[in-house]
């Protein structure tokens, strides 16, 4: 391939895996964790095709779970914690925001760095 060649097919990359980053991140403020597992059959092979490592959509996929979890209107940890301390909905949703944040954060890390979710997998297999 010519260096051209190789600019452009790198940039395609970034935009594919900043445009799943940013679908998903987005999805995972609406879906409950248990949707996400039951369109990982149909995402799976979608995500392979396009290219992407197996471990690494996985840690990908957790950390996106775990950002539906805490963001609200269905942040299932939410209303965990609402029941279980007594505290307003919206008192919960701010202590909650920070986590939120950091989870998008390594979600963009993870996007940005890729090797930070395959680097120890890789290091144990040998």
Known sequence: MTTPALFVAAVMASALASSLWISFALMATGLAAIEW??????ALPL???????KIWFGIFLVAV????????PVGFNLFVIQQMTGSP???V???ALPF???L???CALLTAVPELATWLPRTMKG
């Not at 597992?37 to 149909?42: E, I, W």
């Not at 995500?47 to 490592?53: Q, R, S, T």
């Open 100 to 102: 939120a944040a950091l």
């Open 89 to 91: 909905q919206l008192g």
């Open 37 to 42: 597992l039951r369109d990982l059959p149909v």
């Open 93 to 95: 949703v701010r202590a």
């Open 104 to 106: 998008c954060v390594l």
């Open 65 to 72: 779970i775990e950002l539906s979890n805490v963001t609200p």
């Open 47 to 53: 995500v392979l095709g396009a290219g992407f490592d």
